[in-house]
């Protein structure tokens, strides 16, 4: 397998403009999990989804973010307007139902926003 | 509120010595504690894991140590390697009631000649 696949790897874009970004889980997945990591809060999740259906978004800092499963194979995070301080890398993680919450989560390498 | 404590911030260690990174956590409901590695330019990947019914378990050189009363629990990397060098998360979960995990806010390691 292929393993998650998150695109783009890079972004830079200017305050004010909407970001998109992309998350393939592995095949055969249940739950997708987007995070966000940054040098002074570690690595924070977002919002995850289980069988397509958003479970827990308290982690959406506000408004401006959100995120959509609308099926198995893929997932959008989306900002608008994008800020400075939403400079980040962004993760996408996939857990086999199979293992319950004790599952191994399935990282990608991450999308690395700069927000100008 | 963080509710997983991760020290140090960053660690320098040499080959052939005892890495510790430590973390403590608030949440008593918690019962799943795993390790995470993460390289540059990668995303974090699981190293080891424990459930609080053992006090210790080894993996290779990785092993992981858990104090129940005092809610902490560190991971000890034996005889460390250059190729060791990393940044460790430490992890927490409550699995009878959420399927997500609580991240600390990682160390990052780095294992000298």
């Known amino acids: 397998d292929a393993g998650v696949i998150q695109s783009p790897r890079h972004e830079v874009t200017e305050m004010g403009q909407e970001v998109t970004l992309r998350c393939k889980p592995i095949?055969?997945?249940?739950?997708l999990f987007w995070y966000r990591q940054t040098m002074m809060r570690g690595l924070e999740l977002l919002i995850y989804?289980?069988?397509?259906?958003?479970?827990?978004d308290s982690g959406m800092p506000e408004d401006r973010f959100s995120a959509k499963m609308p099926n198995a194979s893929f997932s959008t995070l989306k900002i608008q307007p994008s800020e400075p301080r939403d400079s980040a890398v962004y993760f996408c993680?996939?857990?086999?139902?199979?293992?319950?919450?004790?599952?191994?989560?399935?990282f990608g390498e991450g999308s690395r926003l700069t927000v100008l | 509120q963080q509710q997983v404590k991760q020290s140090p911030q960053s660690l320098i260690v040499q080959k052939g010595g005892i890495s510790i990174i430590n973390c403590a956590y608030e949440?008593?409901?918690?019962?799943?504690f795993p390790w995470y590695q993460q390289f540059p330019g990668k995303g974090p990947a699981l190293l080891i894991a424990?459930?609080?019914?053992?006090s210790e378990k080894k993996e290779g050189r990785f092993t992981i140590s858990f104090n129940k009363s005092a809610k902490q629990f560190s991971l000890h990397i034996m005889d460390s390697q250059p190729g060791d060098s990393a940044t460790y998360f430490c992890?927490?979960?409550?699995?009878?009631?959420?399927?997500?995990?609580?991240f600390g806010t990682g160390t990052r390691l780095q294992v000298t000649l």
């Open positions: 992890a927490a979960a409550d699995t009878g009631t959420a399927s997500k995990l609580t």
């Open positions: 095949s055969g997945h249940d739950y």
């Open positions: 989804f289980n069988n397509n259906v958003p479970i827990d």
């Open positions: 993680a996939s857990r086999a139902v199979a293992g319950g919450s004790t599952g191994e989560l399935f």
């Open positions: 949440n008593t409901a918690f019962d799943y």
């Open positions: 424990i459930r609080p019914d053992v």
